[in-house]
């Protein structure tokens, strides 16, 4: 019974994860997702989609930074900027991971085009653990 019960979740799991449509128009394989992520600077907005002082980089080969800019209360400007290494963890590039050496991040695609991107932020892989706290996060390419 203990085995029927484990081959009827990895087989469950494998056929949602088969299903999971939320990655983009007509990119069932993922081809073309790299090339969008890694093609822009994105800038974190809000709901009402006013900007952070929050820059993502993704590059082809892997690595990543997030360049932050931080007002103290004298009004003095400060830059931060945190390096990463990141891949994909699913087939159809669907969920991306970050690592910079102390901590980990995962982010599930919701919404991938030339000029937005929108995910849902966890620090376990949503793929394994749907139910894990989360945050939504949407951001807006730079063109500048």
């Given amino acids: 019974m203990k085995y029927l019960n484990i081959f009827a979740f ?5 056929t949602l994860w088969a299903c ?6 007509d990119d069932e394989r993922g081809e073309g997702v790299t090339e969008r992520l890694t093609s822009h600077d994105w800038r974190q907005i809000d709901d009402d989609g006013q900007p952070f002082d929050v820059i993502y980089r993704f ?3 892997g690595r990543g930074e997030c360049k932050s800019t931080v007002t103290d209360d004298k009004g ?10 990141w891949n994909f963890t699913t087939p159809n590039r669907a969920v ?13 695609i919701d919404k991938l085009t030339d000029s ?7 620090y376990n892989d949503p793929v394994i653990y749907p139910d894990q706290y989360n945050s939504k996060l949407r951001f807006k ?3 500048d």
Avoid: C, P
């Avoid at 999971?20 to 128009?25: E, F, P, S």
């Avoid at 830059?79 to 290494?85: G, I, N, P, S, V």
């Avoid at 937005?116 to 966890?122: I, K, M």
């Fill in 76 to 85: 003095t400007q400060s830059e931060h900027t945190r390096r990463f290494d």
């Fill in 96 to 108: 991306i991971f970050m690592y910079d050496g102390y901590s980990r991040e995962y982010w599930l």
């Fill in 59 to 61: 590059s082809a080969n």
């Fill in 141 to 143: 390419a730079v063109t």
């Fill in 20 to 25: 999971d449509g939320r990655l983009l128009d």
């Fill in 116 to 122: 937005s991107l929108e995910v849902t932020a966890g």
């Fill in 10 to 14: 990895i087989i469950m799991s494998l």
